[in-house]
């Protein structure tokens, strides 16, 4: 700004005009969640899940009862899971369990957790991964998981998925959103929806940070041949004709301005933007993930067509969705009611290329998958711990240590600087 201050720009707050309120607030305790929880956690298959145990799973007890209501049902079937992912879902099935444990778990460059809100720990080495991978486990050996996917493709597991084939995974919303899209697409009636499951004695989960920055740094360097286009393209993108041309596409083709004056979209063209290659082609949100944008437009209206009034229509309302939330055992949109928290001190954090702090997170990254995976696999309780130590034997003689100080330090330093 004309201060010199460097601002982030954020689609929480910063970006309000005075009287606005984003339409997804995550600091706001009261409000119910529309989205997939942005931490990964257990999904199971509605309305089998009620079919089949006719309650919300809340524990690791009540999951493997769960499990066991499944395989009564369909355990002859052996095209049906009761559980299954994908070799790359590790980190994510790790990241799930701890928040399951209370933990409060962010990534840059590694999974770091935190239960004191002090100290900070790499995800594989925390005080209760063990308890949660030896969960996992006794899963595995029991029969529970099905026993390729510790190995299997992502294709492979999203075939599963969009087949309605899988009774329950643990991992991140990805799969989940492309599965229950391509379910919608084929008028299945089945979805994957989030549960808040919790260890023992744990009374809060911890969904994410509310102060995130964003996905997504834009970097200009001086060098650039292109800066001044660059900054025009930036002027414009933040412009109430950019955003619109980028959120919302052409007037009269992509959306349409109601007798309100409203934008909004008609049936059929959200039929047309169901097809996943309809925005890419149109090139509308092309951008979306490569720099912060703003939420509204100056005139106070959505910069981006998924909040249309049409989405909130009896028309245009996901109808497995809407049913979801007359079950008052499976709306899990109160569930993660207050469960976003905010600290700015644990985000961007930046560690220096070449740095042992940067070697130790590149090594670990390319290992700490098929590390977990192998814990899960092991044919025995005993191997289980075993494999453990040898896995946090490795991260540390991988040097993650450098890591997981250069993390705490960086932290401790910029609450001293916010006074917090």
Same mark, same amino acid.
């Given at each position: 700004?004309?201060?010199?201050?460097?601002?982030?720009?954020?689609?929480?707050?910063?970006?309000?005009?005075?009287?606005?309120?984003?339409? +997804?607030?995550?600091?706001?305790?009261?409000?119910?969640?529309?989205?997939?929880?942005?931490?990964?956690?257990?999904?199971?298959?509605?309305?089998?899940?009620?079919?089949?145990? &006719?309650?919300?799973?809340?524990?690791?007890?009540?999951?493997?009862?769960?499990?066991?209501?499944?395989?009564?049902?369909?355990?002859?079937?052996? =095209?049906?899971?009761?559980? %299954?992912?994908?070799?790359?879902?590790?980190?994510?099935?790790?990241?799930?369990?701890?928040?399951?444990?209370?933990?409060?778990?962010?990534?840059?460059?590694?999974?770091?957790?935190?239960?004191?809100?002090?100290?900070?720990?790499?995800? *594989?080495?925390?005080?209760?991964?063990?308890?949660?991978?030896?969960?996992?486990?006794?899963?595995?050996?029991?029969?529970?998981?099905?026993?390729?996917?510790?190995?299997? %493709?992502?294709?492979?597991?999203?075939?599963?998925?969009?087949?309605?084939?899988?009774?329950?995974?643990?991992?991140?919303?990805?799969?989940?959103?492309?599965?229950?899209?391509?379910?919608?697409?084929?008028?299945?009636?089945?979805?994957?929806?989030?549960?808040?499951?919790?260890?023992?004695?744990?009374?809060?989960?911890?969904?994410? =940070?509310?102060?995130?920055?964003?996905?997504?740094?834009?970097?200009?360097?001086?060098? %650039?041949?292109?800066?001044?286009?660059?900054?025009?393209? *930036?002027?414009? *993108?933040?412009?109430?004709?950019?955003?619109?041309?980028? &959120?919302?596409?052409?007037?009269?083709?992509?959306?349409?301005?109601?007798?309100? &004056?409203?934008?909004?979209?008609?049936?059929?063209?959200?039929?047309?933007?169901?097809?996943?290659?309809?925005?890419?082609?149109?090139?509308?949100?092309?951008?979306?993930?490569?720099?912060?944008?703003?939420?509204?437009?100056?005139?106070?209206?959505?910069?981006?067509?998924?909040?249309?009034?049409?989405?909130?229509?009896?028309?245009?309302?996901?109808?497995?969705?809407?049913?979801?939330?007359?079950?008052?055992?499976?709306?899990?949109?109160?569930?993660?009611?207050?469960?976003?928290? %905010?600290?700015?001190?644990? *985000?961007?954090?930046?560690?220096?290329?070449?740095?042992?702090?940067?070697?130790?997170?590149?090594?670990?990254?390319?290992?700490?998958?098929?590390?977990?995976?192998?814990?899960?696999?092991?044919?025995?309780?005993?191997?289980?711990?075993?494999?453990?130590? +040898?896995?946090?034997?490795?991260?540390?003689?991988?040097?993650?240590?450098?890591?997981?100080?250069?993390?705490?330090?960086?932290?401790?330093?910029?609450?001293?600087?916010?006074?917090?």
């Amino acid at each position: 700004n004309e201060e010199g201050q460097l601002l982030y720009l954020t689609e929480n707050n910063d970006l309000l005009r005075p009287g606005e309120k984003h339409p +997804e607030d995550a600091t706001d305790p009261n409000r119910a969640q529309d989205e997939l929880p942005w931490h990964s956690t257990l999904y199971v298959q509605y309305p089998m899940v009620n079919e089949v145990y &006719g309650k919300r799973i809340t524990s690791f007890d009540e999951y493997k009862a769960a499990l066991d209501a499944f395989l009564a049902e369909y355990g002859d079937d052996e =095209n049906m899971y009761a559980m %299954s992912y994908d070799k790359d879902s590790a980190g994510d099935i790790l990241w799930a369990g701890l928040s399951m444990y209370g933990y409060k778990c962010t990534y840059k460059g590694g999974l770091y957790v935190t239960d004191d809100g002090e100290n900070y720990t790499y995800g *594989l080495k925390a005080e209760k991964a063990l308890d949660w991978l030896l969960f996992l486990n006794e899963l595995y050996r029991e029969g529970y998981i099905y026993e390729e996917a510790p190995v299997q %493709s992502y294709d492979q597991f999203i075939r599963q998925m969009n087949k309605a084939k899988v009774f329950s995974f643990i991992g991140s919303f990805y799969p989940a959103y492309e599965a229950n899209k391509n379910l919608a697409g084929n008028d299945m009636p089945q979805s994957y929806i989030p549960q808040k499951m919790m260890a023992d004695g744990v009374e809060q989960v911890y969904q994410y =940070n509310a102060a995130y920055t964003g996905a997504g740094a834009f970097v200009m360097l001086n060098s %650039s041949p292109y800066k001044a286009r660059i900054c025009r393209l *930036l002027e414009y *993108l933040y412009s109430d004709e950019g955003s619109i041309l980028h &959120g919302w596409g052409i007037e009269g083709e992509d959306y349409y301005v109601n007798e309100d &004056g409203i934008r909004d979209i008609t049936p059929e063209i959200a039929e047309k933007k169901s097809n996943e290659e309809y925005d890419l082609k149109r090139g509308i949100r092309a951008l979306y993930s490569v720099i912060n944008l703003p939420t509204f437009t100056t005139d106070g209206q959505p910069a981006f067509a998924r909040f249309a009034p049409y989405f909130s229509s009896e028309g245009g309302t996901d109808e497995r969705d809407a049913i979801i939330r007359q079950d008052p055992e499976f709306n899990w949109h109160e569930d993660w009611k207050g469960t976003f928290y %905010s600290d700015l001190s644990e *985000l961007d954090l930046v560690m220096q290329s070449e740095t042992p702090e940067a070697i130790a997170s590149a090594r670990c990254a390319a290992v700490v998958k098929d590390l977990i995976n192998n814990i899960i696999m092991a044919p025995t309780e005993e191997e289980c711990r075993a494999r453990y130590a +040898e896995a946090v034997d490795k991260v540390n003689a991988y040097g993650i240590e450098a890591w997981e100080e250069a993390v705490n330090k960086q932290i401790h330093e910029k609450r001293e600087k916010l006074g917090m």
